[in-house]
């Protein structure tokens, strides 16, 4: 019986953190995504502009 209750409590989220919303994943991958490209674009800006200006 202790066994049970304890794999139950473990599984639960603290009750500090409970009361915060947590977006889904997918909006933190998008987020990330788009913050390497956009990244790279600033970083590499002189080397992109010289393939279209060639």
């Known amino acids: 019986m202790e066994k049970k209750k304890s794999e139950t409590q473990e599984n639960k989220t603290p009750s500090k953190m409970a009361r ?14 788009i913050i390497i490209v956009l990244g ?7 080397f992109l502009l010289s393939l279209i200006g060639n």
């Open 20 to 33: 915060i919303a947590w977006p889904k994943s997918i909006y933190g991958v998008i987020a990330a995504i």
């Open 40 to 46: 790279n674009i600033i970083y590499y800006k002189d």
